[in-house]
């Protein structure tokens, strides 16, 4: 059986959008995995969530990696987060990074903010946004795609021809 392309896609790019309208696309969001959660904070969405103080799970990351290694028999696509990188590097499974250029940075931190984002999520994103764009395109082992200005991550995949322009895989 083929296995699914994971594949790492910066942060409010739009992996939750694409992963609840294509089937075959699962976002596994890490932070679901990283952290034991309170009551309260399961009443918040995923992203109002992140920055917020949380208690780490004790299984982490060994369980956001048997995930990865279940998903990719699942689906013929599965968002990771950043963290899933090493683990598909050291268990050689390809993997692809799709990241947005250096001019985007401002168009980022305003789709955090709209999202809900904590302003201590948005403020780490910012602050080491650089960083992060200029690690994904040094990242030899990985199929580096970066976005086009206003360009969300199924308009990315249309144009890479992973989902056809009529909607269909």
């Known amino acids: 059986m083929k296995k699914g ?3 790492y896609a910066f942060p ?6 694409v ?8 976002d596994l969001e890490s932070s679901n995995f ?7 904070q399961l009443k918040l969405s995923v992203e109002e969530r992140k920055g917020l103080k949380r208690t780490q ?20 696509y599965v ?10 590097k050291k268990e050689n499974i390809p993997y692809m990074r799709i990241f947005p250029t250096l001019e985007q940075k401002d168009d980022y931190i305003v789709r955090m903010r709209n999202r809900g984002n904590s302003e201590t999520f ?3 994103i910012a602050n080491n946004f ?7 395109k040094e990242d030899t082992e990985a199929i580096r795609i970066e976005t086009k200005k206003g360009e969300y991550l199924e308009d990315c995949l249309k144009r890479i021809d992973i989902i056809k322009t009529d909607g269909k895989l």
């Open 5 to 7: 392309m994971v594949i």
């Open 12 to 17: 409010a790019i739009g992996k939750t959008t």
């Open 19 to 26: 992963s609840e309208k294509y089937d075959n696309f699962i």
């Open 34 to 40: 990283q952290y034991l959660l309170t009551p309260t």
């Open 57 to 76: 799970n004790p299984n982490w990351p060994h369980n956001y990696f048997k995930a990865i290694k279940s998903a990719i028999n699942k689906y013929e």
């Open 79 to 88: 968002f990771i987060a950043y963290a899933g990188i090493e683990y598909c």
């Open 122 to 124: 948005v403020q780490k």
């Open 130 to 136: 650089e960083n992060y764009i200029n690690n994904s």
